[in-house]
């Protein structure tokens, strides 16, 4: 549901996707713009980590589930897969999409509830 959810929103709004990630690029070439695109994604990033954390304990996972890593990792994944689309949409549909976002909410809920190593 939630990895469908957001892929809605990336294939709906692709220019303010693809404007962020220009962004970023000019942002890892000029320091100043460096300075607001980090604290916009760090702003984005600490959001994200309190809505995730709520689904953790809803999900009954929160006492072991890395939600800054989690947080980080749809951050990076939803970066890449709206690259993905807006040069190949056929191969890589929303519904592709949505099947990645769920796997590694899927993958950070099955690591949480195993064991340390």
């Keep these: 549901k939630g990895g469908e959810a957001i892929a809605t929103w990336m294939v709906d709004d692709p220019g303010w996707s693809l404007l962020v990630l220009e962004f970023g690029v000019l942002a890892g070439r000029d320091p100043q713009i460096a300075q607001a695109y980090l604290r916009e994604r760090r702003h984005l990033r600490s959001q994200l980590v309190e809505l995730i954390g709520e689904r953790a304990r809803e999900w009954g996972v929160d006492d072991s589930f890395d939600v800054r890593t989690t947080a980080i990792s749809l951050m990076?994944?939803?970066?890449?897969?709206?690259?993905?689309?807006?040069?190949?949409?056929?191969?890589?549909?929303?519904?592709?999409?949505?099947?990645?976002?769920?796997a590694l909410f899927a993958g950070a809920v099955a690591r949480a509830g195993l064991p340390s190593v």
Excluded at 79 to 98: A, K, R
Aim: glycine share 8%; hydrophobic share 50%; aromatic share 0%.
């Design 76 to 102: 990076a994944l939803i970066s890449g897969l709206v690259l993905e689309h807006s040069v190949d949409p056929e191969e890589v549909d929303q519904s592709v999409m949505g099947a990645a976002v769920t």
